[in-house]
């Protein structure tokens, strides 16, 4: 979408945005985590190595910068990153899950990665954003 809007502007096409939900908005709403300063990453890495070092480079950033960090995964790969989150964020890392937002199953819970970890909670295959503040 970014290439047609981009194009609209170079050709003086009038651009107006409708008002409407937006999953990382709406997210970042419902956290409870930073919304004065915050980033979209998109999606990680796939392969595990590199979306670890990934992990531990975006709680980096979140901790130097007092910056939620915001990032989306495809759903088939929501649990192989809820497990790296758990397994390479700082224990009082804040972690926040919302999925299916917007539908009457919506589930938007921020938690510690420790408290995380204790709760036997699985993401499964739905639309998920993931957000972190360190």
């Known amino acids: 979408g970014?290439?047609?809007v981009e194009l609209c502007h170079r050709k003086g096409i009038e651009v107006v945005p409708q008002v409407g939900p937006s999953s990382l908005m709406l997210a970042l709403m419902g956290s409870g985590l930073n919304g004065q300063s915050f980033a979209f990453r998109g999606y990680l890495p796939a392969?595990?190595?590199e979306r670890r070092t990934a992990i531990r480079e975006v709680e980096r950033i979140s901790g130097s910068l007092h910056q939620t960090q915001i990032f989306i995964e495809t759903p088939y790969r929501n649990?192989?990153?809820f497990a790296d989150l758990l397994q390479c964020?700082?224990?009082s890392t804040r972690l926040c899950i919302a999925?299916?937002?917007t539908l009457e199953s919506q589930t938007i819970l921020s938690k510690s990665v420790g408290e995380w970890k204790k709760s036997g909670f699985t993401v499964g295959k739905r639309p998920c954003v993931f957000l972190i503040l360190k």
Do not use: I
Request: hydrophobic residues 45%; negative net charge; without cysteine.
């Open 2 to 4: 970014a290439a047609l």
């Open 47 to 49: 392969k595990t190595d």
């Open 79 to 81: 649990d192989s990153l």
């Open 89 to 91: 964020l700082n224990p």
């Open 99 to 101: 999925a299916d937002l």
